[in-house]
């Protein structure tokens, strides 16, 4: 982190850049977020004898400006942590011989809020159908029932989140 935070990133302040894990049902607070992830065994030379540590960093801008201003900001920070870590040794680990960067998913916001507004109809098309014995509901109520998953079907939502799990 102090690696990032001596960066000089363009409008992040120290404060914005924090260890914590992914946040859960938000998006990601403004900043960098620095994420452990896994240890990976056989991550050494001839994939063996070396262990590999991952860490995830997310970076998020919120500034209520255009998509296209928080893109171009998105992309120095990234490309700035990128080039100081990727085929780098950490200075301060002496038993870490050289970093990799491998870029993963490009978080577009409007997608994020599209997939949260899915997952949750998901949910409550889940709880209704379970709460509510059929006999109980009323045809406007199982017509708005069966379209809600209808759309998540035909969408495509249920095989994206299927895959995105079993990665």
């Known amino acids: 982190m102090t690696t990032i935070i001596n960066l000089g990133l363009s409008n992040l302040s120290q404060d914005e850049v924090k260890l914590r894990d992914i946040p859960e049902g938000e998006f990601a607070p403004r900043g960098i977020t620095v994420v452990p992830m896994v240890e ?3 991550a050494g030379t001839n994939a063996k004898d070396d262990y590999g540590y991952r860490f995830m960093v997310i970076m998020s801008r919120g500034t209520g400006k255009s998509w296209v201003e928080s893109t171009d900001l998105l992309y120095e920070w990234r490309n700035a942590v990128r080039k100081a870590f990727n085929n780098k040794r950490l200075a301060d680990v ?7 960067v491998a870029n993963g998913d490009y978080l577009q916001p409007k997608k994020w809020q599209e997939n949260k507004l899915a997952s949750m109809l998901a949910w409550m098309c889940c709880h209704a159908d379970e709460d509510c014995p059929s006999e109980y509901r009323s045809k406007h109520f199982t017509s708005q029932l069966d379209d809600a998953v209808e759309y998540l079907e035909k969408s495509g939502w249920y095989d994206y989140n299927r895959q995105a799990r079993d990665k």
């Open 94 to 100: 002496t038993k870490v011989h050289i970093c990799g």
């Open 40 to 42: 990976v065994e056989g």
